[in-house]
């Protein structure tokens, strides 16, 4: 049985999180997709929302010589994490290409990128349709005037369960703990636990969120003034389970637990 505490070094907190439930290169390449479907041309210039450790915007300028990213995030200690750990596997080229900047996804910044990204469900911080309204206009405005905005949703009939779902790798385990949802407002609490080496830690990561739908999520990016918002799904392999591979949809039958993309064009 694994001996359990609360406290977890900040460089296993970080190893543990991104190889649990990141996956940086098929966004990148979903992105760039989708992207060239929807403008005709590649994507340069990314801002990472919520960016954490910047894994992504790191991965982003390795793929051409003319990338450039930021990556927004108010917590310092991710932000010293993605310095110390992806940052620094940047060629001196690459690493001129990335900006790492402690804010506010909200403050009004001197780049208009390509594409801005708010993944890992992040915007579900925002409470209130009026927060989640108002940064939905700033993307819009921060945004090229061909510029796509990405962000992912998850949803299905067990994510309202309290209940916890372990999934395990070859070295740790993760855990995914829905502790509270409040059918009245849709406020959920989530925590993230882990096992690694005979030790458990607890509640590594706290989530107290309202848990958004794909249709409210649609209806505030029009209102932002997204002229189209496009909702994906994802395709299925023989065995029933998601093959990686997202399509535009419209209707689909709902399951027991989904991830998907939604898109908003300026």
Known sequence: MARGTSEIPVVLKYELYESSVQNHMADIEFIEEEFKTLRGRKPRTLREDFGGTGAMACDWVKQHKDNLSWAVDLD???????KENHYTRLNKEEAGRVK?????VLDKYDFDPDVVVAFNFSYFCFKRREDLLKYFKKVRKALKKDGVFFVDIFGGTECY???VEETEFDKHSYFWDCDSYNPLTNDVLYYIHFESKGMKYEKVFVY??????????TELMEEAGFSKVITYWEGED?????DGDFYQSKEEENC????TYIVGLV
């Open 76 to 82: 310092p200690e991710p932000i010293k994490y993605g």
């Open 100 to 104: 790492y900047i402690q804010g506010n």
């Open 161 to 163: 369960q309290e209940m």
């Open 208 to 217: 107290d969120w309202r848990h958004w739908t794909v249709r409210e999520i």
């Open 238 to 242: 023989d065995d029933g389970e998601g």
């Open 256 to 259: 027991e637990s989904w991830v």
